[in-house]
């Protein structure tokens, strides 16, 4: 054996109790209490381990651009149109630059696998997609990164959009999303988006149902076209937010349709509690959709960051950890169960959803671990526990220590 890191709590199965994961040859060999071989050892003092924290649905591309824009004068904000006139000045350098500082926060918080999504239009070309790609390769070390194509600025009403999805999806992009919100003809954007999707053989995973009024909501279409283009089981929504407009029965309903056709809910915490409720200046509503409450109705769910220091979402640290907290609290989930279902919705859930058949903590697995520095899922969730040590293919990516007090002499 190449590794074993000694003295885990497996997430997953923690009545286990602590055991050893062995490693060779950048996969996982063995998984027991006691293992004897000679071998590097990191101890991990008994804290708890995952096959890495997954990412399902992140803007790297206009990350980091918060101090390009000027801070909204009122309640209502436009995000999109906020970031549309800085496109053009995106070169190829400047995405990079930014995507790297973001992704590296994203790496020391633990992700080890990656959707992100990048948009291409006429004004930002193919140069955003250009230095993800280049930045992908360029870190596979520490982490799997697939790229999701997409027009944020509608795809009907702007010509030339569809020629460079279709480019990206010729050289790279592994998915293919839309934002039918922003397009002239919503209906016929999500259509053609199942057309290129059929032709290309790619999943899509769509932002959907942003907005203060719970119609249209467009989840009805996306579902009539996964029937009708027989996608079920390769459709991801993102956001749902007007899910939360909605009694629970309405949602539950809507969610068993769902289910029933593996249409899989990416909820982005962050994004939908900045941008929702903009039109009262008081009694805000939270506007985040319950991720627990659809897993519990058989829905796969993620949760995500989305965006990162932008108009869209001006915070960020890249920690997973810190967005199921905030979904917990949003959504005033509590108990040991339910905040394990929202860490499983950073990692063995996330991998269902982006379909990644050697995710997990099991032997033949690639050995991505993630040291948590907290016995429990739940622990981790509730206190915002950092990751210690990030191992990707058996390699260590990532030395982080814990902060300590120093007492000064009497
Ligand atoms: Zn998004």
Known sequence: MDLIVRNVRLAERLSDGPVDIGITAGRIAAIAPGL????????????????????THIHLDKSRIIDRC????????????????LKAGFTVEDVYRRAERTLRECLVNGATRMRTQVEVDP??????????RRLAADY????????CVFPQEGLTNR?????????ALKTGAKAIGGAPRYDSDPAAQMRRIFELARDFDVDIDIHLDVGDTPEPLHIREVCALTEEFAR????????????????????AALARRLADLGIAVTV?????????????????????????????????????????????????????IRMANMHANLLQIAGAPRLRDCFAMLTSRSASLLKLPDYGLAVGNPADIVVIDAETPEQAIAEIRPPLAVFKRG??????????LVRPPE
């Open 268 to 320: 982005l915490p962050a994004t939908d509690l900045y941008l929702m409720g903009r039109d009262r200046d008081h009694d805000i509503r939270r506007g985040v959709a319950d991720a627990n409450f659809l897993l519990e109705q058989g829905v796969n769910c993620a949760l995500s960051t989305n965006n990162v220091l932008n108009p869209a979402t001006p915070y960020g640290d890249c920690s997973l």
């Open 140 to 147: 596979a070390w520490a982490i799997d990164i697939e790229i």
């Open 159 to 167: 010509p030339g959009t569809e020629e460079l999805l279709i480019a």
């Open 70 to 85: 000027p801070p909204p004068t009122g309640r209502a904000v436009n995000p999109v149109a906020a970031v549309a006139p």
């Open 395 to 404: 390699r260590r990516t990532v030395i982080r220590h814990p902060p300590e």
């Open 123 to 132: 004004a930002v070309g193919l140069r955003g997609f250009e230095a993800v």
């Open 232 to 251: 079920q089981g390769r459709v991801v929504a993102g956001h749902m937010a007007k899910l939360s407009l909605l009694p629970p029965a309405e949602v």
């Open 36 to 55: 004897e071989a000679a071998a590097e050892t990191y101890d991990a003092g008994g804290r708890l381990a995952c096959a890495g924290l997954v990412e």
